[in-house]
């Protein structure tokens, strides 16, 4: 019988922008035959490589954020904007040249940019409910697009994980088919919009039970 599926860190990011519809996410959709959340609609992300560990920032996440991750702080910073790179094509970085960028990251450095993690705000967390094949403890961050250093309507560099990669209304976000998770997400990003304090605190899900975690 096997035995329980291992939780595994992870980071997303819910990119944000101001569009003539109103505040817009950037989403795409994974495949049929995907293995965890096939079909569904969801913000780039992906569980934390060790390479992550060793990134050198152009800027590093705020101090006060930082502190509410705790060590792997560095760590899903980085992953976070790999993620967003590999997937979306999106360039979360600054203007820096990096010769000696670790493998998972020259693709980054080719274009000129070492991360920026201080474009970053960490604003949900979530563990995977029992039950799935693939179980996350994911950290969500909150990016605003005018920090991108790239366009944001080109996604040609993005890898085939995630289709139709596009700008969702939040107003007309719950019209996709989403995770339960991400639904929630989107929950949080617009209590953030109407409540800009930064000293907000981080709600954390966890299977069927939701509490807060004050920094």
């Given amino acids: ?14 990119l944000l922008r101001e569009t003539p519809d109103g505040p817009s996410v950037l ?3 994974r495949g049929a035959r995907a293995a965890f959340m096939p079909s569904k609609y969801v913000f780039p992300g992906g569980a934390l ?7 050198g920032f152009a800027a ?5 954020h930082a502190a509410r991750l705790g060590e792997l702080a560095a ?9 967003l790179w590999e997937e979306t094509g999106q360039i979360l970085g600054r203007p820096a040249h990096w ?9 980054f450095a080719r274009t000129g940019h070492r991360p920026d993690a201080a474009a970053l705000v960490p604003v949900f967390r979530a563990v995977t409910p029992p039950g799935q094949p693939r179980r996350f403890d994911a950290r969500f961050f909150l990016a605003r697009a005018d920090h991108l250093a790239s366009d944001p309507d080109d996604f040609d560099r993005a890898e085939d994980e995630l ?9 007309q976000s719950e019209a996709l088919d989403l995770p339960r998770i991400t639904q929630l997400a989107l929950r949080e990003v617009r209590a953030r919009l109407d409540d800009p304090d930064p000293a907000r605190p981080m709600p954390f899900f966890q299977g069927t039970m939701e509490a807060d975690i004050r920094p």
């Fill in 99 to 107: 010769p000696d960028a670790p493998p998972g990251w020259r693709g």
């Fill in 27 to 29: 989403m795409g959709r």
């Fill in 163 to 171: 289709a139709h990669l596009h700008w969702v209304p939040l107003a």
């Fill in 75 to 83: 760590p899903l910073s980085a992953c976070a904007i790999r993620e």
């Fill in 49 to 55: 490589d060790p390479v992550d560990a060793t990134v």
């Fill in 1 to 14: 019988m096997p035995g329980p599926v291992p939780i595994r860190d992870a980071a997303t990011v819910v």
């Fill in 60 to 64: 590093p996440l705020e101090p006060a």
